[in-house]
């Protein structure tokens, strides 16, 4: 998986409801203690720093979950000259981690402000740990007889829009969604871009042509 596919995962998890109260969950367990409210996934195939001390008013907290049964260990304090042996141990599993089977669960502190908790999963994981996606639309393409009508939703959480058709649209409707700046999603089984004026009236004039042209047919 490249950084780019990663980025783009993690954008759709992350403004997925049902899949924030899964990031949520795993956080409140790892830090019970926890009050704040930012939580987020990071998707990862290994290589993570788990240093683990204060600093100019930093420092992140790490736990490991086995996804198995839940079972945690804290990482200990780690990083300085003056932690030789969690040193050691640390730099034998960092590069492992997040790994299938395995999750970290990051609370991260900067410059006395709190950041947060991240979960870090392997991309493996991302199946069994959050809700299913929509299902995937059925390659049909539409013919001059076959007019989808797409139906508009706003995305309050991302402060977009949202188009989904009943199938694959014709070529001239891709072409058009994309040249107008929208992109497709597959998490979602959608197509969404921006709020903005120009993205609604777009987006409004798509579902009346569509409509009217489907009530002639």
């Given amino acids: 998986m490249t950084y780019e596919e990663r980025r783009e995962l993690e954008t759709q998890i992350n403004a997925n409801p049902m899949a924030r109260e899964t990031v949520k969950r795993f956080g409140l367990r790892a830090y019970p203690g926890y009050k704040g409210r930012k939580f987020k996934l990071s998707v990862r195939d290994g290589g993570m720093n788990l240093s683990?001390?204060?600093d100019g008013g930093s420092r992140s907290y790490y736990q490991v979950i086995r996804l198995a049964d839940n079972a945690s260990m804290a990482v200990p304090q780690n990083g300085t000259p003056f932690d030789g042996r969690a040193n050691a141990a640390i730099d034998s599993i960092e590069e492992q981690?997040?790994?299938?089977?395995?999750?970290?669960?990051?609370?991260?502190?900067?410059?006395?402000?709190?950041y947060g908790i991240t979960l870090y999963v392997h991309p493996d994981n991302l199946a069994k740990m959050l809700p299913p996606?929509?299902?995937a639309l059925e390659p049909v393409v539409n013919t001059s007889t076959s007019v989808l009508t797409p139906t508009l939703h706003e995305n309050h959480a991302r402060d977009g829009y949202e188009l989904r058709f009943a199938a694959k649209p014709a070529p001239e409707t891709l072409g058009a969604l994309k040249a107008n700046g929208w992109r497709w999603s597959g998490y979602n089984a959608c197509w969404?871009?921006?709020?903005?004026?120009?993205?609604?009236?777009?987006?409004?004039s798509m579902v009346q042509e569509s409509a009217a042209i489907a009530a002639a047919a």
């Fill in 97 to 114: 981690l997040p790994r299938p089977g395995f999750a970290v669960v990051e609370h991260s502190i900067f410059c006395g402000k709190d």
């Fill in 133 to 135: 996606a929509p299902a």
């Fill in 52 to 54: 683990s001390y204060w």
């Fill in 192 to 204: 969404y871009t921006k709020r903005s004026e120009s993205a609604r009236a777009f987006a409004q």
